[in-house]
Every structure is written in C-alpha cells, then in structure tokens.
C-alpha cells in the first residue's frame, strides 16, 4: 500500500490553513496548547489549550500571535475564544513548582495536562515549539505556533489574559512591586524594586536575578526577601533562566 502524498502547508497560506489541512486528513478536532510567563522570573507559568470547531465557526476576528495584540484586543478575543471554541482548559503552575523542577519540565508538563484535560478529546495536537508526548493522539510541534496555527493562536491569548489578570490581582498583595505593569517580567524598574524590597513569594528564587538578590541582602546581614516571606531555596539554580524568552 502506498503512503498518501507529502502535504505541505505554508505559513502565507493564513491562520488556519494548518488546521484545515489536517481536517481534511480525517483530524477533525485539532487543539493547541501554549503558555504565558516563560520568561518572567515572578508569577505562575500559565498554559492553554484550546481546540476549534472546524469551518466558519472557529475563525476569529483578531485572532493572532497574543503578544502582538493591544490588551484591548486581547480581551475581545478572549471573549470569542470562550464563546466558540469547542474546548478549552487552563493549567496554571505556581514559582515554587516551577524553582522545584525547572521551568521546562513544567512547561511540558503543564501542556499536557491541559490537552489532556479537554473534553471532548482532540484527534491531533499542535503545540507551540516543544513537541509533547504521552497524549495518546498524534501531534507536531510548530515553530512560532502561535503566528502559524489558529488554536495555538487561541490557546496563546487564554493563556495571556489570564496571567495578566492573575497579575493584577498580586499587585493588589504586593504593590511596591509594579506587578500590574511588568507582569513579573525583568524590566529596569522591577529590578530596582527587587533590590530595594528583595523577593517575595511570588518570585522565581531558582531565576538567577532574584537569587543574587537575596544573596546579596544576605552577605550585607539585610533581609533577604521581603518582610514577612520565609526564606526560600531553589532546588537548583539555572543561570541561563533570568532572561530567557520576552513579554508573553
């Protein structure tokens, strides 16, 4: 028997020209997972996922990569993912399960927990640059998914909006932070505000930025984390985390 055709799908085909592809391969439910806060060294890492229906009914005004839409449009395409999408689930993963087994292996293993949380079950997974295994179904990662593939697109802007809001929200905890602004992401006025008040718990103590803070509060006899936060130690220490990624 032969193999069918070699299928290629380009990136100027659009949005969902991926995802039609492998409809028509018999695929009909296809989902997409993506997080939020890779690269923040406070907050949770937040990942989504999101299938489609198939046809008109799941394409998207605005739909697109989350970090190139306004917050305006973020949230009216929030709202129209949740309005259509044929499932979707939330995974959200606190800093200290992120400083006890690194920030990839959550990564991966939120993603599969949230594609394993849909209901009903996709037929065939994409997922945003890091292939998953152990879902039982068929799956591609996808370079840049997030500008390439409609669900991952979707799964993008849940995962977004949600973390912003969660963000919010600490700021209202921790506000001479500046969470509401930053994200928890490294800029120079969130550095100058870890050295001024040091960590809290809401930080990443395995990100080497927030680690050299609070050892240095240490050596000089300061506090070495805000006041009223026990000390925490990273299970281990990556120095390659404190920078990596960008605003998600």
Same mark, same amino acid.
């Given at each position: 028997m032969l193999a069918p055709p070699r299928t290629v799908v380009h990136r100027a085909a659009g949005l969902y020209a991926l995802e039609r592809t492998l409809q028509r391969r018999g695929f009909d439910l296809v989902a997409g997972a993506d997080e939020a806060g890779r690269g923040a060294c406070a907050g949770p890492l937040v990942v989504a996922a999101v299938a489609l229906p198939a046809g008109r009914r799941g394409e998207i005004d605005e739909l697109g990569d989350s970090k190139l839409l306004t917050p305006a449009t973020r949230e009216r395409v929030y709202d129209a993912v949740l309005g259509c999408a044929a499932a979707? /689930? $939330? $995974?959200? *993963?606190?800093p200290d399960e992120i400083d006890g087994r690194g920030l990839h292996v959550c990564n991966l293993a939120g993603m599969r927990r949230a594609l394993a949380m849909l209901t009903p079950r996709p037929h065939y997974v994409l997922t945003d640059g890091f292939k998953v295994d152990? @879902?039982?179904?068929?799956? @591609? &990662?996808?370079?840049?998914? !997030?500008?390439?593939? =409609?669900?991952?697109? =979707? =799964? /993008? $802007? *849940? &995962?977004?909006?949600?973390? !912003?809001?969660?963000?919010a929200d600490l700021h209202n905890d921790w506000p001479?932070?500046?969470? !509401?602004?930053?994200k928890g992401y490294v800029t120079p006025e969130h550095q100058a505000a870890l050295k001024r008040h040091g960590p809290c718990v809401e930080h990443r103590f395995s990100y080497v930025n927030v680690a050299a803070v609070a050892r240095s509060k240490r050596r000089r006899g300061t506090v070495g984390v805000a006041p009223g936060v026990a000390a925490h130690v990273p299970a281990q220490l990556r120095d390659n985390v404190a920078m990596e990624g960008g605003p998600r």
């Open positions: 979707y /689930s $939330v $995974v959200i *993963i606190p152990g @879902l039982g179904v068929p799956g @591609l &990662a996808v370079w840049k998914g !997030d500008q390439v593939a =409609a669900c991952v697109a =979707a =799964a /993008s $802007v *849940i &995962a977004k909006v949600t973390r !912003d809001r969660i963000m001479k932070y500046g969470f !509401d602004e930053h």
